[in-house]
């Protein structure tokens, strides 16, 4: 982690090729608090040679990690873009909001416990109010039955379970549970988080992590793989965030869709595991499948900091055959960016990938009537809240303090973990923020996924926040759709709360102090890793009981927050005709917009209720208008999930027709529930976020796109259509759309689709679910 961005001085205890105690036969623990989960290194390597000779080329590095899980590789059809793979990731990790309807789904199989390693953590439901201590309590006196179900279901099923407070999990599987080489899923899309320690982390729905834990294999599309070459160094105010803001910029939010980035060059070894998790972390705003970094020295450096120097030694005898790219093995692309000349950028405002670098930012702002004011800077969340970004901030914090001066914005801090929170408190960058004017925030997702209550502005106020967060969509931080959020670096983000003004360039320009005179922010430093080693702070962990026997599930039968799921009905075995469409859902439409979080993360246990925000967000192509469409047997217009509702009601299947990239950002699965659970039949879209497509196919909807994405505007709200020759789906066959326009004759168009076999099955079925009772009945 010696870089010209940190400053290490404790001792290093070994490089890459120093490994001492461990051979390849060895047995190594994947992490400190399970004593029943192993690395596999040898037999990963194993079926990557099989791998390699079956195809006879080199292999990247993520190549490796992903066929080395491979179920069979020996009889896999493996081409990138092309093939399903079957995969046995080596975990599951779940938060709060998703891990409700997951192990209400385990549930309902029938299973004694769970196949795999599974951890819970509860992170989604604490809310930002007033700071961090207050807001927790609240927290949990309000989600009270969630918690005890989690922690009653986590103990009966045998799977860990991290309590509220805990932190946030990307931060808690980078410290404790992620390892070089390794296959993880998790039911949230920033689980790629976990790439900034060399390993393979992708974001699921829960019925994939349902998969998982029942012992199946996991069935992922093989990605292509997007190689980014970094060459240079960083320095001065630059930092890992840049990279990534850059890259969207680039790519943008469509870029990586089907695709693991796999970063390479010289430049990887140049600065910290944990900044490299940064950039994993906001790979998923690209759209990418994953990303990740090869193994380094770095890692080691983190892995010992973390009490894992085993892992690390195990990881460095597997170096040069299993953890490290081919040589000449080649991408499918390449990007190369240069961190010599590299920019810090800021993204935004409502898409993650409208990039500015900041020499020109206040050209552009003006240009753009942005607002100008920063009302709110915010620093932390899973992204950026490593020792090595609260250390940075705080040396700015700490020079613009020693000019007399504290922040002119509203400063927030979210530690990422109890271990970030407990090391930064005793280490005294926490007491800086505070003495800066900051609030601290719990440990958790807070106001990046919209748990905030925001009260220094008025809903549909016209104003600027920036974030250290990963997502910037319309509304999406405090439900205001007139607020302009941004994304930067947090050394950006605290620079702009000092100034406080978007036009300001810490790199360019001055300040002036107490005194009345001018002067120029330093640049950022701060240590990489605490010398002193990290502070555990307060012990949240709860394991599985040795004797589950007697452990009872808490669910109350009348509860509004929880509810038992009863299966969905199976296909009829005809074609679908005479269909009215919900919503022509207008652009954008992420899974914010077809499944808001904030206040709504509370149903997310609760089908039935969960199921009152479907689309909500959506803008409705006929009247520009949300939540507003009309029922077009009745004239009546109501909202959208109303509308779904009574069509259900009457027996009547509806489809949703949808744009570009539908369902990108989160992997709440709930997003595909809802429109089942409403009575939905298909989605037919120009095109699909990957995690989005898989969670429909997942519950038995038909996600469709249209073989012309012209077709889309030609289609009317009020237009009715049939689906035909359903009784012929197969993979790569086309089906038939009938449109029938209210005034005027009917027309066809053809849909495309990326159903393979076994995903039929799921349609015919009724879900996914349905198969696998149905198979291990």
Known sequence: MLSARTTLRAPLRRTLATATNITKDSKVNQNLLEDFSFINYKENLKNVDIVRKRLGRPLTYAEKILYGHLDKPHEQEITRGVSYLKLRPDRVACQDATAQMAILQFMSAGLPQVAKPVTVHCDHLIQAQVGGEKDLARAIDLNKEVYDFLASATAKYNMGFWKPGSGIIHQIVLENYAFPGALIIGTDSHTP??????????????ADAVDVMSDLAWELKAPKIMGVKLTGRMNGWTSPKDIILKLAGITTVKGGTGKIVEYFGEGVDTFSATGMGTICNMGAEIGATTSVFPFNKSMVEYLDATGRDKIAEFASVYKSDLLSADKDCEYDE?????????????????????????????EVAVKNDWPLEVKVGLIGSCTNSSYEDMSRAASIVKDAAAHGLKAKSIFTVTPGSEQIR??????????TFKEFGGIVLANACGPCIGQWDRRDIKKGDKNTIVSSYNRNFTSRNDGNPQTHAFVASPELVTAFAIAGDLRFNPLTDTLKGADGKEFKLKAPFGDGLPTRGYDKGNNTYQAPPKDRHSVEVQISPKS?????????????????????????????????HISMAGPWLKYRGHLENISNNYMIGAINAENKKANSVKNVYTGEYKGVPDTARDYRDQGIKWVVIGDENFGEGSSREHAALEPRFLGGFAIITRSFARIHETNLKKQGLLPLNFANPADYDKINPSDKIDIVGLAGLAPGKNLTMVVHPENGPAWECELTHTFNKEQIEWFKAGSALNKIKADKA
Do not use: C, H
């Open 193 to 206: 988080n976990a790439g900034g320690l060399g390993q393979l982390a992708i974001g699921v729905g829960g």
């Open 334 to 362: 390449v990007i190369e960016i240069d961190l010599n000349t590299l920019e810090p950028y800021v993204n935004g405002p409502f898409t993650p990938d409208l990039a500015t670098p900041i020499s020109k930012m206040k």
């Open 422 to 431: 407990a090391t930064i408190e005793r280490d005294g960058q926490l007491e």
């Open 560 to 592: 509004d927050r929880l509810q038992k799921l009863a299966p969905f009905e199976a296909w009829n075995g005809k074609d679908a005709l005479n269909m009215p469409i919900l919503i022509k859902s207008l652009g954008k439409t992420t899974t914010d």
